[in-house]
């Protein structure tokens, strides 16, 4: 490893590495932007990138020249810009950046940080299980009783596309110009209307959600299933996949995982709807 500030070394003083690669980044990005060449699109992002690059260097400068009136700032903010960098020692500094800057500590986003129960500190099986709930009812909210008619209608599982002639007439209803109707309504071609086949079972629900009613919520099974069949393959399932008793077998079966994801998030919608208690016997309903 070098010891001068040298970009192919890497300098191992990180804050000595990332002010010159800043600089030269700085440098390649607005001779890109600048550059008559490059069609529109791609000078718009390369001047994105300057922008971005420059505002960071200054925002280092006031880390450095003056820590405490860079912590009184971000502590009253919810996001500090980062310094992502290939650089082996970037990891580290960034921990100490974000613990340094007390992001968030005053913000009126505050609770997230401090807040143990905050939905972003649960386990995932929670988080899916808040989002089935929230899906579920704000479906049957929306529907309410009319659900079977859009059935009939549209089907379930079908898609139905949107006429463009229903969007220029909300478009017109909302007064758009003739400028924004060319801008904002090509975005609107191909839409469709439909509705998921784990629907169907939503004229059996039983609300609110509660302890008697949280089997009527298994439908989320079937949501999850048809919205995203490879759903365990996600990051957040990675302690599943690699399990020990799923390694010993030479890798868990798609169907093993998620049985054992599902049961997780039965667990929780039961938690969640304050049943805590186990059964005296083993219910005949299962997801």
């Known amino acids: 490893m070098r010891n001068d500030c040298g ?4 300098e191992s003083d ?15 990005a607005y001779d890109a932007y600048t550059f008559d060449g490059s069609p529109d699109d791609e000078r718009n992002a390369w001047r994105l990138f300057h922008d971005a690059v420059e505002a960071t260097g200054k925002l280092l400068e006031l880390y450095k020249g003056n820590p405490r009136l860079f912590e009184k700032v971000a502590s009253q903010l919810s996001f500090l810009p980062c310094l ?14 974000l613990e340094s800057s007390q992001l968030g500590r005053r913000s009126m986003y505050g609770e997230l940080r401090n807040n143990p129960r905050h939905l972003a500190q649960q386990s995932w099986p929670v988080r899916y299980a808040y989002s089935i709930i929230a899906t579920i009812d704000l479906t049957v909210d929306t529907y309410e009783d009319r659900l079977p008619l859009w059935a009939k209608i549209y089907g379930y599982g079908i898609k139905h596309p949107i006429p463009m002639s229903r969007y220029e007439s909300a478009a017109e209803k909302m007064g758009w110009d003739i400028g924004k109707k060319r801008r ?3 975005k609107y071609q191909g839409s469709y209307h439909i509705l998921p086949a784990w629907t ?3 004229g059996k629900l039983h609300r609110p959600f509660s302890i008697a009613h949280v089997l009527d919520y298994c439908t989320g099974k079937e949501m ?4 995203m069949p490879d759903f365990h393959l996600a990051p957040e399932w990675d302690g599943y996949r690699n399990k020990r008793a799923y390694q010993q077998q030479g890798g868990a079966k798609k169907g093993a995982i998620q049985h054992a994801i599902f049961k997780d998030i039965l667990i929780a919608l039961k938690t969640i709807a304050g049943s805590n208690k186990r059964r005296s016997k083993p219910s005949r309903r299962d997801c």
Do not use: C, N, V
């Open 7 to 10: 970009l192919d070394g890497p």
């Open 14 to 28: 990180f804050l000595k590495w990332i002010e010159q690669a800043l600089f030269a980044d700085a440098g390649t």
């Open 84 to 97: 992502m960098s290939w650089h082996p020692d970037a990891e580290r500094f960034d921990r100490q950046y």
């Open 184 to 186: 904002e309504l090509p």
């Open 200 to 202: 169907e079972g939503l």
């Open 224 to 227: 999850i299933l048809e919205e």
